[in-house]
């Protein structure tokens, strides 16, 4: 017999398939929209495993319904109960997201405080805690966004480019850090590279994040090599490991020096780059 407390758990979780089917779009895909790790997701619609406070708060606002409905609260309980919704573009979360990676860039994750993320959002520590219970949940948080974002944007350029050897240069662009917003985002990924050595949550992400990131640069390197415009002799996975580590290091040393000369040292990065690939990838 059903006990009284796994009856709501069942509705909860069959409304938040509803949410998902509605979206229109997979479970993973919807646990990546809703920063939350897949497993936990699948447990929780199987009934094993609770939702949290924080986890339906985000699935009412991507699937843009009550969260007392979730629970199963009547439309006039939902109602009273709801927090007040902010006029901000993607939900209080994405906004509590970006604000915590401008931070983190500014001053590092450690001298961030939630009572700063919640000023910089004109809202309370409370709300935050409302969307992410803990500190651990935001930097996991700014992760996944971090990530998410530098994905979408390779994506977009790469399918602008003609051929492999056009996709190199493409990444290569992006990954030196010319702008304002590429040096905070990697001074976002060197803040997370050291914490990934302390937690084991963004160390899978990392790791991740890395592998992911290595494969589009071996399938580039693998495109290039069928189309003829990189050396035959290249080995896709060993390139592209190579490749990956020096772009790390020369960002490192980008970031490292003054407001000054950080354009010089930016396009001294890209020089170096791009002189690598012509003198050990590309076809002669």
């Known amino acids: 017999m059903e006990s009284s407390n796994e009856a709501p758990r069942a509705d909860t979780a069959a409304r938040v398939r509803e949410v998902i089917t509605a979206a229109g779009v997979s479970q993973r895909e919807f646990a990546r929209r809703i920063v939350m790790d897949p497993s936990k997701l699948s447990r929780s619609l199987s009934g094993t495993r609770r939702f949290t406070a924080a986890e339906l708060a985000r699935i009412a606002d991507e699937g843009r319904v009550d969260a007392g409905w979730l629970l199963?609260?009547?439309p006039q309980e939902a109602e009273a109960e709801a927090p007040e919704s902010a006029p901000v573009t993607g939900g209080r979360p994405l906004q509590i997201v970006r604000e915590t990676v401008r931070l983190v860039a500014e001053h590092g994750f450690h001298a961030v405080r939630v009572s700063d993320i919640a000023r910089a959002c004109a809202t309370s520590t409370a709300a935050i805690h409302y969307h992410f219970p803990g500190r651990a949940d935001l930097l996991e948080a700014a992760v996944r966004w971090c990530m998410d974002e530098d994905t979408a944007q390779r994506a977009a350029h790469l399918a602008e480019a003609d051929d492999a050897a056009a996709e190199l240069r493409q990444l290569i662009e992006l990954q030196t850090p010319r702008t304002e917003q590429q040096r905070r985002q990697w001074t976002v990924w060197l803040d997370l590279w050291a914490e990934a050595a302390r937690s084991t949550t963004v160390g899978r992400l990392h790791t991740e994040?890395?592998?992911?990131?290595?494969?589009?640069?071996?399938?580039v390197l693998r495109r290039g090599v069928d189309q003829g415009v990189f050396r035959a002799s290249v080995?896709?996975?060993?390139?592209?490991?190579?490749?990956t580590a020096?772009?790390?290091?020369l960002a490192t040393q980008v970031l490292s020096?003054?407001?000054e000369t950080v354009d010089a040292a930016a396009d001294a990065m890209h020089a170096a780059l791009l002189s690598y690939v012509d003198c050990v990838i590309a076809e002669p």
């Not at 994040?209 to 399938?219: H, I, K, L, P, S």
């Not at 020096?246 to 290091?249: F, P, T």
């Open 235 to 243: 080995d896709p996975a060993a390139a592209a490991y190579a490749l």
């Open 209 to 219: 994040y890395y592998r992911q990131w290595r494969e589009t640069v071996a399938d």
């Open 246 to 249: 020096l772009i790390d290091g």
């Open 257 to 259: 020096v003054s407001r």
């Open 72 to 74: 199963g609260a009547r």
